[in-house]
DNA sequence: TGCTCATGAGCCACATCTGTCTCATTGATG
DNA sequence: CATCAATGAGACAGATGTGGCTCATGAGCA
């Protein structure tokens, strides 16, 4: 990972704010709209980032970096399973645009999978499914592949939510939180 | 809408078959590929349907013609709401892979919008949840949005859990309904 | 058998997007 | 003030997808 400093810093971190808004908008947009979007020339864009594939790699990786802090944050691994849900859903929806483009799984590219966390990622959340069936907290019918659906169903629910903009984002939180809370528990 | 007879009801049929199984497999796969996978040359493509909007137009009509005649089995408007939800959700298990494409939103297209039904179907099944409440067999928490966001997202889950193929359908169609009934059951 | 129509294959023009390059400008730094 | 790195604008070639067109072929029907 090459670091920048100063101007060149600026620059990079404008043309990764203005691709994150430019693909929520229009998952297919060209390296053109979103140099339009930055404020750069598309030339500068491709000093950064030689090729698109490049630049949403890039992209992919921020993601999975937030995610992974994220999961840190949610302490997956400790208490009850059902509260380390509720920790890892509010983390989650601390999360911004980002995560929720690659949650809707609409860019149209072959290295990114439909759910936007990398195989140790997944592993982590779906190792608390068996604790919440151990300690009752957790629906025992619930297997492992509906498990994480739910979750990033739901997740990409609340963002759409978030998006449309008719509730306050502490209201949609909280309901999101309830929503997920009752699919998930015993 | 013209009709066609014969060989060319045939061929017409063959293009639309073709076109949702290349679009399930790949959303922006070409014109091209469509003709490749329906059996027939790029220029008789062209003669059904004059560009591609055409063609996914037609998918469209389709798949809300399906939507319909599901509603309608379904009954939505009568007995207790939860039951027609989970008769909603079954008439929706044996739709095919054209609504999955759908539903998971990620064709490439203006016209699409993010849920397969028109108005009034939305409005029809939006009508349940009011009803549900009223006859208390609906979580009173849950508004309209959720409502609809749930049963759609639980239903796109379905469809992937059905297309990675490691459950018999029965089987994936019954916890498909168990999920849907629990999140928006009182 | 002979005819007709739908088709497949090929070609073309056009549009869009990508990636590379050059060059003049600008603005920060010394 | 002088220098230099970063930038914006534009031109360019290549790739890809679309839509229109022609024409020979072949299957189906009278």
Redo the contacts between chains.
Sequence with gaps: MVEYTGQQARTHAAIIDAAIEALAAD??ATMGEIAAAAGVGRATIHRYFPGRADLLSALVDLALQRASAAHERARLDVGPAREAVQRLCGEYAELGTLQAILM???L?DDEIAKHPLNDQQQADVAAVLPRGHADGSI?P?LDE??FL??IW??T??FF??LT?G?TSKHAATS?YL??VD??VRA
């Design positions: 998952p297919n809707a799984g609409t149209p629906d019918t592949d509906w659906g739910i169903a739901y990409t629910l759409e939510y449309a008719t309901e309830r929503r009752k699919a």
